[in-house]
């Protein structure tokens, strides 16, 4: 601090007077050079209320003293003095080298200059003390800044736990954040840490007013199974400060396997029915809950299960997926299995053809005619699968007097196309009219297959001898 020629007061606190530990003591003096003369210290106090100045002029020097002030601004006052709301004041002393030391003894005319100074002090006090109630607040509280409120962030919930979720499918939830203090408060950033978690919603830097809320939407999206942990953390500028927030949340798999994952059941005759069995497997980390299960397309369908049902991890159950063709020709459709899998719903196709054997015989009647008794007359017949799928024959048999047949031996398969001949023979033991049949069953539609036969049995003529 630079000082000027001439001589200045100087301030001497009592021996007695202790500073506290939380009151942070500075001075200023200013002279008439004020711009060569900064304050080489400023004022600060960590408590006080309203405040009393009293200002004390020697020479070119002007000294002020504020008690019970609680900010440290002293903008546009010369010089300051600051001291706990105890002190009543410091004692004048005559100029000496150093601050609190002991005056020299002073010279009958510094002692009369003295007293006339200090007389003239006293009147000035007494005359500024009258008007420092009324005035002096007024000049301090534009100076200092009045005291404020401390923020108080908090954070609701204080925990957010998003419990299972599936790898690769995000949860939200959010978080509110409130001013519970009595002044304003600026959160200057927010970070979220652990792997999985995002925040989104909100810009920083933030301030809210003593009550205000806003809030912030954090996500949990895990890459992986397994059970993580994160948090929020808000830095602001409240007492507490940062404030967190616990995340925790589970990635799973919920994934269902169907086996096969096509089911073709070939040619199935119309009207009868084909089963194949197929097995649901949990391949996940997490318990399944299947809620229903269904078949689509002309003649499929589905049976063994009943719903809902669950399955643990790793656990199987199967179903039967069934075809019965109404019709012939191709078919499609599918077994479609409801659950809370990510791949829900899990399917599985179905093809099959509906074929329809026909089998027909050629002659489909025959008449032996007259057929001299104890002779035979023979008809070959000729059996055709006319039809898309494979008859098999399983039993052939002639009724009728005098009716037989040969050469067909059962059981027999025609494929399609395919065909079967066998003959038929006729011997008639009288001479009268016949009929009979031949009988064919298979597993073509319209079994047994009956091909009716007729002939007649005539006498030998007499013959004339000479």
């Known amino acids: 601090m630079q000082t000027t020629s001439r001589a200045r007061t100087r301030l001497r606190f009592p021996p007695s007077f202790r500073f506290r530990s939380t009151l942070d003591l500075r001075w200023c003096v200013f002279s008439r050079s004020f711009a060569n003369s900064p304050c ?38 010369r010089g300051a003095v600051l001291v706990q709301p105890s002190w009543t004041g410091p004692q004048l002393v005559p100029p000496g080298p150093t601050f609190n030391e002991p005056p020299a003894p002073a010279s009958p005319r510094e002692q009369s200059s003295l007293r006339r100074n200090t007389r003239a002090w006293k009147w000035g006090c007494a005359l500024f003390c009258l008007i420092a109630t009324a005035g002096c607040s007024g000049l301090v509280s534009q100076s200092l800044p009045p005291p404020s409120g401390n923020g108080q962030l908090s954070a609701t919930p204080g925990s957010v736990d998003f419990g299972t979720v599936e790898v690769g499918v995000s949860s939200t939830q959010t978080v509110t954040f409130s001013n519970a203090g009595t002044g304003s408060l600026t959160i ?89 069995t197929v097995t649901l497997t949990n391949s996940g980390t997490a318990n399944l809950n299947i809620s229903q299960g269904s078949a689509t397309g002309a003649g499929f369908g589905m049976s063994g299960l009943t719903f809902p049902f669950s399955l643990a991890p790793g656990q199987s159950s ?62 070959t017949i000729t059996l055709s699968n006319s039809g898309t799928a494979s008859v098999t024959i399983s039993a052939a048999s002639a009724s009728g007097a005098g009716f037989s047949i040969a050469g067909l031996s059962v059981p027999a398969t025609l494929n399609a196309g395919q065909a079967a001949s066998f003959t ?16 064919i069953t298979s597993n073509a539609p319209g079994s047994p297959l009956t091909i009716p036969l007729s002939g007649t049995g005539t006498a030998a003529q007499p013959q004339l001898t000479r």
């Open 318 to 379: 199967t179903f039967n997926a069934q075809f019965t063709p109404t019709a012939p020709g191709s078919a499609s459709g599918s077994v479609s299995i409801s659950s809370n899998a990510r791949n829900s719903p899990t399917a599985a196709s179905l093809t099959g053809s509906g074929t329809l054997a026909a089998l027909s015989p050629n002659p489909s009647n025959y008449n032996f005619g007259n057929v001299l008794v104890g002779s035979s007359g023979t008809q």
């Open 188 to 276: 200057s950033q927010g970070a979220v840490s652990g792997a999985g978690f995002t925040m989104t919603g909100q810009t920083f830097p933030l301030t809210l007013s003593a009550g205000q809320s806003s809030s912030v939407d954090v996500q949990f999206a895990p890459t992986v199974t397994g059970s993580t942990t994160g948090s929020v953390s808000l830095v602001s500028s409240a007492t507490n400060s940062p404030t967190s927030v616990t995340l925790n949340g589970a990635g799973v798999r919920h994934q269902l396997s169907i086996t096969p994952s096509s089911v073709s059941f070939g040619n199935v005759m119309v009207g009868t029915a084909n089963a194949q």
């Open 40 to 77: 080489k210290r400023l004022i600060s106090l960590s408590t006080a209320q309203s405040a009393l100045v009293f200002i004390v002029r020697e020479h070119d020097s002007v000294y002020a003293l504020l008690r019970n002030v609680r900010t440290a601004s002293i903008g546009d006052l």
């Open 424 to 439: 038929a023979s006729f011997a008639p033991a009288s001479a009268a009219s016949f009929t009979g049949s031949v009988s």
